[in-house]
């Protein structure tokens, strides 16, 4: 877990999100924080690119659910489930 997160910066999902057709690793870009009303972990809004530039997602989630890029790790893609 990363903590303090910035707007705008690029973070990865710690965990699949399976409703939403997201994986463990993809990455997205913080678009809002969201400061728990009572002092606890604040809430990230990520919103998820195609390997295009598409939005494919934007969700809120945990701030412990997500980790800061480091310069030591590899894009990847994959194909996106589709609902049908």
């Keep these: 877990m990363i903590s303090m997160l910035k ?7 710690t965990a699949d999100l399976p409703d939403r057709g997201l994986k463990r690793g993809d990455v997205g870009t ?14 990230v809004m990520l919103e998820v690119f195609s390997a295009v530039g598409d939005t494919i997602a ?10 800061a890029l480091s310069a030591d ?9 589709r609902a049908s």
Excluded: F, Y
């Excluded at 934007?58 to 980790?67: G, H, R």
């Design 7 to 13: 707007l705008h910066q690029q973070a990865a999902l």
């Design 30 to 43: 913080v678009v809002e924080i969201l400061p728990h009303p009572q002092g606890g972990v604040r809430g």
């Design 73 to 81: 790790e590899v894009w990847s893609v994959r194909r996106m489930a």
């Design 58 to 67: 934007v969700v809120t989630v945990p701030e412990t659910q997500l980790e």
